[in-house]
T-cell receptor, first 111, second 113 residues
Framework: GQQVMQIPQYQHVQEGEDFTTYCNSS?????IQWYKQRPGGHPVFLIQ?????EVKKQKRLTFQFGEAKKNSSLHITATQTTDVGTYFC???????????FGTGTRLKVLA | KAGVTQTPRYLIKTRGQQVTLSCSPI?????VSWYQQTPGQGLQFLFE???????NKGNFPGRFSGRQFSNSRSEMNVSTLELGDSALYLC????????????FGPGTRLTVT
């Protein structure tokens, strides 16, 4: 079936270092969404990418959607302790508009 | 605007029992999706309801069912509980289809003993 893989599964960084998580789908997506889940919390929507090759920025966060609409990345510049949490991508399938969540990347930031 | 609410927040059940979880979406949202979250499997999609109709379904056995009422509130039912059903069950509401952002509730933590 359709799958969305995310790498890495875990990432520990020193505060101030950069961080990137990658999302890869087995099929072409209609759009992709990114969510952040703090420890003990629930996923919170960050952004949606729709167009092939789209790049969006939110302060220190940069999101990209691949040209083939099958992969995406989230890059955080100069991480802070508030960035701690698990980052999920959610691919939305073409036609059926079903959300398929990636496996998530758990980020730990060491002060 | 009030967020997504889920009740109960915590539940302990015994194997073989059944359970019903409730979700109230954000006012005006017509789509409600349900997810199962476990440490090993991540976020697994259960089903999505829109205007009282099931639009999408994940790969879960028939023991998992749901429904949506005319006021968009949704319930999820799990019959004949198994130990492996222990998980955090999250519901998410959105305005419409998969092109809209989802707003998640705090979840119901279900423990099956």
């Amino acid at each position: 079936g359709q799958q969305v893989m995310q790498i890495p599964q875990y990432q520990h960084v020193q505060e101030g270092e950069d961080f990137t998580t990658y999302c890869n789908s087995s099929t072409t997506l209609s759009n992709i969404q990114w969510y952040k889940q703090r420890p003990g919390g629930h996923p919170v929507f960050l952004i949606q990418l729709v167009k092939s090759g789209e790049v969006k920025k939110q302060k220190r966060l940069t999101f990209q959607f691949g040209e083939a609409k099958k992969n995406s990345s989230l890059h955080i510049t100069a991480t802070q302790t508030t960035d701690v949490g698990t980052y999920f991508c959610a691919g939305v399938t073409s036609g059926t508009y079903k959300y398929i969540f990636g496996t998530g990347t758990r980020l730990k930031v060491l002060a | 605007k009030a967020g997504v609410t889920q009740t109960p927040r915590y539940l302990i059940k015994t194997r073989g029992q059944q359970v019903t979880l409730s979700c109230s979406p954000i006012s005006g949202h017509r789509s409600v999706s349900w997810y199962q979250q476990t440490p090993g499997q991540g976020l697994q999609f259960l089903f999505e309801y829109f205007s009282e109709t099931q639009r999408n379904k994940g790969n879960f056995p028939g023991r998992f069912s749901g429904r949506q009422f005319s006021n968009s509130r949704s319930e999820m039912n799990v019959s004949t509980l198994e130990l492996g059903d222990s998980a955090l069950y999250l519901c998410a509401s959105s305005l419409g289809t998969g092109t809209n952002e989802q707003y998640f509730g705090p979840g119901t933590r279900l423990t099956v003993t």
